[in-house]
Every structure is written in C-alpha cells, then in structure tokens.
DNA sequence: GATCATAATGAGACTGAGTCTCATTCGCAA
DNA sequence: TTGCGAATGAGACTCAGTCTCATTATGATC
C-alpha cells in the first residue's frame, strides 16, 4: 500500500491523535490501543482506504473490529465514509482534520482518489446547496462534490 | 410508493420509452416487454428508487432480472446508480432523460431526493472539476453533488 | 405465418461486504 | 486491586446483489 498522498493532513501525527483522542472522549469512546493502530493505518495510506486496505497494512487488526471501530470513528467525526461506485466503502479522516476537498472516482474499478477545488467555487456550491436544501426542509451538513469517470489505470 | 415528483422529465410518457429505446438499440440490447415496465416503474416513482422499491410498484417483476436490466439500463446510459448512505443502491433516469440535478441523500435513513441549483454554479462546479481531473490523468463523465444531512422525517 | 438463432427471463443457488452475538479481556475510577 | 462497563476476537449470520442454467420470448429471414 504505497500510494500518492494527495491531501496532506493539516496537523502532525502526534496532532491528529490528540485531535481523535478529544473527538472520541467528546462522544464517551475510549481511545484504545486498536483503535490508535487503526488511525494509524488510516494515516499511513494517504488516500481513501477500504477495509481490505487497512487489514493489508495492518494484519493484526481484526475485521469484526475494524467495522465496529470504523463506525465509532465515524459517529465520533474523525472518519468518513465514501460510497464509491464499487462495492465496498472508502474511508477517510474527515474534514477539518484533513483539508476539505473532494474525490474522483473510477468507474472502472471503484478507486477513490482526493482532488481539491477553488475556495470561490467552494463558496458558490456551499451557497447554492444551503439554498436548495432549505426548500426541501432537509437538514445539511456536508456536501460531497465527486467526479466519476475512469482513473488513469482503466481510461 | 406516492412521492412527490421533484424533477419533471424534460421528455412526455412516449417520447421517453422512445428515447430508451433508441439507447438501448445503440448498444444491441432489445427493448423487452419487462424492461419496458422496468422503465415505468421507475418513471412512476418520480424519485430515485432502490429495489425494493421497484418491485413494490410491480410486483410482477423478478429481482434478478431487474438487477440484471437495471445493469444494462445503466450500461446504455437510461438509468443512472446512485451510492446512498444506506447499504442499498438507489436508480433515476440518466441526464439527459432527466434534468440535470443533484441529491440530498440522508444520513439517517439513506433516502435520496432530488435537487437543482443555479446554471451559474452548475458551470463553475464544471470547470474546475474539470481542470483538478486533469492533473491526476483522470477521464471525467458526470459529476454528482450531493448534500448528505438530515432529512424533514429523520431531522 | 413458420422457422431459427440468439437474447432475455425466472427461479433459485451462491457470494461477500458488513453486522451481530457472546464469551473473554481491557481500561479506568475509586 | 478490585470491580464494572466498554472493547475485543472469533465466528456465525444477514441480505443486497450476482451467477447459473433450463426455459421462453424476440426479431430476422424466408
């Protein structure tokens, strides 16, 4: 698993874990030695990993666990979850603890890769969609701006 | 299944089945009697639908033969996947069949619904995806925008 | 309209990502 | 150090979606 870091996390390893040990304890979750090795796998890839992904770096996780931990980490706000195209999810620190950015995705074979756009168009979208969502009584809380089509690999 | 219709097809009832025909002819697929009411199962519904959803409207119908035409419904760009929340894939007519939109999809119960935003963020949003892709060699087709929250009944 | 080759269908078995269960272990508080 | 609730590991389980294969519909040709 060496891939290309596209976004690089905006705070230290030793920040991030102190970022994910306060969001954890705000939600009444230990921050437990699984959990620690976990977030480091997560870190390690760079990119958006699926389970397979993180057992590959990191065989002495446990997939029950990983699934439960992953959950844990996304109620608590430090991971996200990304439905791709394929058939597994993609997991990645949420934002602010990585920048805010977006995602291509192949269509090809389901890889997740992160882009980043223009504060200006950002700005626009967050505008538009507030707007839009408003009207619909729903009650928005991030967006996910992604463009599918075929990675370099499957072109 | 009586939702409210967000997105009008820019197409009437004949002209649709029409259109699909024409597509599915394009890629050697015949236009069945069962993807003919695959097709207004679909329209009915007015909404992205899943499975479930589609056969409740038409129970005449086999889910592995509407996994199946749904695969070559989208192969033949009639039908567009979208990856919820939830564990289920959602389906809605591909643009141009409908207007181009994007989605409020749910965290909490994975619904999808529909939505439209200005001309003059839709072009930005284009152009600047656009450009990130091509730095990462990437082949852009669509674009989704999606807005993930609550919805009115979830909120 | 009858015949034929091929595509599509229906029924059900199968796959595999993700969840659940439960006995055991860990982590924290007193 | 003890005790208790939270977390873990191992494996059974669920269920959306796919595959298989025998049967049936479809459209092309005569």
Redesign the interface.
């Known amino acids: 698993m060496t891939r290309v870091r596209n976004i690089d996390p905006p705070l230290s390893h030793s920040d991030l874990h102190e970022a994910v040990s306060r969001r954890l304890e705000r939600h009444d979750y230990r921050y437990t030695q699984s959990r620690r090795r976990l977030v480091d796998a997560i870190l390690s890839a760079g990119q958006p990993v699926t389970l397979p992904d993180i057992v590959a770096d990191a065989p002495e996780l446990v997939p029950s666990s990983v699934y439960r931990n992953l959950d844990v980490l996304e109620r608590s706000g430090v991971v996200d979850?990304i439905?791709?195209?394929g058939d597994r999810a993609y997991f990645e620190f949420a934002e602010p603890l990585l920048a805010h950015h977006?995602h291509?995705i192949?269509?090809g074979c389901g890889v997740v890769?992160d882009?980043?756009?223009?504060e200006?168009?950002e700005a626009?979208?967050e505008r538009?969609?507030t707007e839009?969502?408003g009207?619909?009584?729903?009650?928005?809380?991030?967006?996910?701006?992604?463009?599918?089509?075929?990675?370099?690999l499957c072109?």
């Open positions: 979850r439905n791709s195209s977006h291509l192949c269509i890769e882009v980043r756009l223009d200006d168009v626009r979208v538009s969609l839009a969502a009207r619909s009584g729903f009650t928005p809380l991030r967006h996910s701006l992604d463009l599918h089509g075929y990675c370099a072109a």
